[in-house]
């Protein structure tokens, strides 16, 4: 069974860091892209930062420079490091895993950034 666990998140204020973790189980995790998305109240969920199987990143406009993901296959486990919070970045934080046709998701782990 394919699970996915997100921690690190909570409460901090503008200018600082968080680093959240996810922890997967129950797949192949190093042959899987994994992602982070984010969704704002009110708002789409959207694409953060995606690393693949070999390291390859991309990160939305809006978090490049600030944002960093890493993956450590032996942990099985991706993270993503974000300096520089600002409120904007204020979400609920969902980490994904996919190897096509199949993505599976965590439960979320609410950032929030106080101005």
């Known amino acids: 069974q394919v699970q996915l666990v997100e921690s690190g998140g909570g409460l901090v204020q503008a200018g600082g860091s968080l680093r959240l973790s996810c922890a997967a189980s129950g797949m192949f995790f190093s042959i899987n892209t994994m992602r982070w998305y984010r969704q704002a109240p009110g708002k789409q969920r959207e694409l953060v930062a995606s690393i693949t199987r070999d390291g390859d990143t991309t990160y939305a406009d809006s978090v490049k420079g600030r944002f960093t993901i890493s993956r450590d296959n032996a942990r099985n486990t991706v993270y993503l490091q974000m300096n520089s919070l600002k409120p904007e970045d204020t979400a609920v934080y969902y980490c994904?895993?996919?190897?096509?046709?199949?993505?599976?998701w965590g439960q979320g782990t609410q950032v929030t950034v106080s101005s």
């Open positions: 994904n895993s996919l190897r096509p046709p199949r993505s599976d």
